[in-house]
C-alpha cells in the first residue's frame, strides 16, 4: 500500500480541508506514513495544503518544495501534490517553479486529489487542475478525524466581504451556505459516533443565511445544536462584526450547550483604518457588541485577530488600536504584521509602513495584551472549572505528569491526574491554583470524572489502532460527512 503525507499550512478551513484529503486518500487505499527519523519523508505522496494570506507563504511553500526535491530524485514513484489556497492563487506558477512537482489542484476540488494523482503517474507528468467554483460542498466527502471527541462541521464556503487585504475571497469564491438540515443530520452523526464538542465553521460564519435567504438562519441554528442529545459543547468561528445582531448573542446566551466563548476579529481600532481596509464596522460597533455580549454572559471569553502596520497607519490610529484591546480585555489575541499580498488593493496603497515602526508597534500590542490576558486569567484562580480532556500527555513539569484539556470558555488548563484513569474525551472537575497568560493550571488532582461516549469512542479507535497489523491505518468514520478536530486547533488567520 502506499503512504500518505498532509502538510497543512492556514486557517480552520484549511485543517478541515485536510482531513478530507486524507479520508479521500484512505479511501483510495493510501495509508498514513509513519515519521522519518532522521527528518526524511517517509512517505510516498506529500501534499501540501497551502495558506495565502501572509507575504512569507510563498517562500515557505518553495523552501520546503526545494527540501523535498533531491529525496523525490533518489526515490522513482514518489509524488508531491500542492493544494489549497496559494495552488488556486499562483496555479501554473508552482509547476514552473518547482517543476518535480506531480499535482497542483485548487481549493474548490479537493476531491479531484486521487486521480490526479493517477493520472500524474500514468502520463509521467504534472497535472494542474484548478476549478474556479466549487464541484462538491467539502463534508460530502470522506473524511479521517484527528479527534475521536470532537469535530469541525462546515456550515458555509467562501466569503462575500472585499476587505482591500484579503485575497481569500477571490480564492474561495463567494459565500456558499449548505441547508440547515444537512448541517444537523452531520452533527447528529458525529454525536452518534461519540463527538461530544463542535465548532461551526465559515469564512463569515455569522453571515450564514444569506445565500438561503434567512437573516437569523445563523441563531437557529445554533438553537437547534441546542435540542441535540448528547452534544455537550457548541462553537463557531469566526464571526465577522458587521453580522453579529442581537439574535446571534441571545442563541449564545440562552442555548445550554453553546458555550460562552467568543473569537471576533478586531483588525483594527481606528476608524480611519478600518475604513480603508473596506471593514463595514467602526470602533464603536465593535465595543457595542462586547458589551452587549458581556451583559447577556458575563463570564464570556473574547478573543480576537488583530493586524498591526496597515498602509497608512499612523501612531495615533495605533493608539486607537491600543484603546480597544484595553477597553475590550480580551482574553486572547492573535497579533499580525501586516503583509502585502499581491492582488489585494492594500498592496498598491500609499503609505506602507517601515518594517521598522510595524515591529515597534507590534511588540507593544504583544506586551499589553500578554498584561491583559495574564490579568484576566488570574479571576480563574481559586475557581472549579469543567476540563474536557485532550489527547496527549500535557505537560511534565518536575517528573509531574500534567494532563491538558479546554474550560468550557475554551482556555487551556493543565491539571495533575485524577486517582482513577481518564482518557481524552472524558470530562473532570479541576480546581484552578496558577495562572499564566497562555493557559491555566490546577496543581491539585482532578476529580469529579464524568465517563462519556468521547471517551468511549477515544477507547474504541486506539484500541481498533493498537490491534491492526503495523502500516495499516484504522478505519475511518463513514458517516455522510464527518469533520474534523479539537475545536482549538488553530487560531484565526487574520483573513476574518
Not at 106 to 111: C, Q
Request: glycine residues 8%; hydrophobic residues 40%.
Amino acid at each position: 500500500m502506499k503512504s500518505y503525507e498532509i502538510r497543512t499550512y492556514g486557517c480552520q478551513m484549511n485543517v478541515h480541508d485536510s482531513e478530507r484529503l486524507a479520508g479521500l486518500l484512505e479511501a483510495a487505499g493510501y495509508v498514513r506514513a509513519p515519521k522519518g527519523e532522521d527528518g526524511s519523508v517517509a512517505a510516498d505522496v506529500v501534499v501540501f495544503n497551502t495558506c495565502a494570506v501572509r507575504e512569507n507563504a510563498d517562500n515557505r511553500l518553495y523552501g520546503n518544495l526545494g527540501r523535498l526535491a533531491p529525496q523525490k530524485a533518489a526515490r522513482p514513484g514518489m509524488q508531491i501534490a500542492v493544494g489549497g489556497c496559494l495552488a488556486q492563487k499562483d496555479r501554473d506558477t508552482i509547476v514552473k517553479k518547482a517543476p518535480w512537482v506531480d499535482v497542483v489542484f485548487g481549493t474548490h476540488n479537493i476531491g479531484s486529489l486521487p486521480v490526479l494523482l493517477e493520472r500524474a503517474r500514468i502520463a509521467e507528468e504534472a497535472q494542474v487542475e484548478i476549478a474556479e467554483s466549487l464541484e462538491t460542498f467539502p463534508s460530502t466527502l470522506p473524511t479521517r478525524r484527528e479527534s475521536a471527541y470532537a469535530a469541525w462541521v462546515s456550515i458555509s464556503v467562501g466569503c462575500n466581504n472585499t476587505c482591500t487585504f484579503c485575497i481569500v475571497p477571490a480564492l474561495r469564491g463567494k459565500e456558499k451556505d449548505r441547508r440547515p438540515g444537512d448541517v444537523l443530520a452531520e452533527v447528529e452523526a458525529l454525536v452518534a459516533e461519540g463527538v461530544i464538542e463542535v465548532t461551526l465553521l465559515g469564512q463569515n460564519v455569522n453571515a450564514y443565511g444569506s445565500d438561503i435567504g434567512d437573516r437569523e438562519a445563523f441563531s437557529k441554528l445554533l438553537r437547534a445544536c441546542g435540542k441535540i442529545d448528547g452534544l455537550e459543547r457548541v462553537r463557531f468561528t469566526s464571526p465577522h462584526p458587521r453580522d453579529f445582531t442581537d439574535d446571534v448573542i441571545a442563541a449564545m446566551a440562552e442555548t445550554p450547550n453553546a458555550m460562552h466563548q467568543l473569537h471576533m476579529p478586531l483588525q483594527s481600532g481606528s476608524d480611519a483604518v478600518l475604513r480603508a481596509m473596506r471593514r463595514s464596522y467602526r470602533q464603536d460597533r465593535y465595543l457595542g457588541i462586547i458589551e452587549k455580549v458581556r451583559a447577556a454572559m458575563p463570564d464570556a471569553a473574547i478573543s480576537t485577530d488583530i493586524i498591526v502596520g496597515f498602509p497608512g497607519e499612523t501612531e495615533e490610529d495605533f493608539e486607537q488600536t491600543l484603546h480597544v484591546v484595553r477597553e475590550a480585555r480580551f482574553a486572547q489575541a492573535y497579533t499580525f504584521q501586516y503583509s502585502k499580498r499581491p492582488g489585494t488593493p492594500a498592496a498598491e496603497m500609499e503609505g506602507q509602513v517601515p518594517k521598522a515602526v510595524v515591529q515597534e508597534r507590534y511588540e507593544r500590542l504583544v506586551a499589553l495584551q500578554e498584561e491583559i490576558s495574564w490579568a484576566e486569567n488570574k479571576k480563574q484562580v481559586g475557581r472549579t472549572l469543567e476540563v474536557l480532556v485532550a489527547e496527549g500527555e500535557g505537560r511534565k513539569d518536575d517528573a509531574t505528569r500534567r494532563l491538558s484539556g479546554r474550560a468550557p470558555d475554551n482556555r487551556l488548563v493543565h491539571f495533575a491526574p485524577p486517582a482513577e484513569p481518564v482518557r481524552p474525551g472524558d470530562v473532570v472537575m479541576a480546581e484552578i491554583s496558577y495562572a499564566a497568560p497562555h493557559h491555566l493550571l490546577a496543581e491539585h488532582p482532578a476529580f469529579g470524572v464524568r465517563r462519556t461516549a468521547a471517551g468511549d469512542a477515544w477507547e474504541r479507535r486506539t484500541s481498533a489502532a493498537a490491534a491492526k497489523p503495523a502500516g495499516v491505518m484504522l478505519g475511518l468514520p463513514t458517516i455522510g460527512a464527518p469533520v474534523p478536530a479539537p475545536a482549538a486547533a488553530a487560531p484565526g488567520c487574520g483573513c476574518d
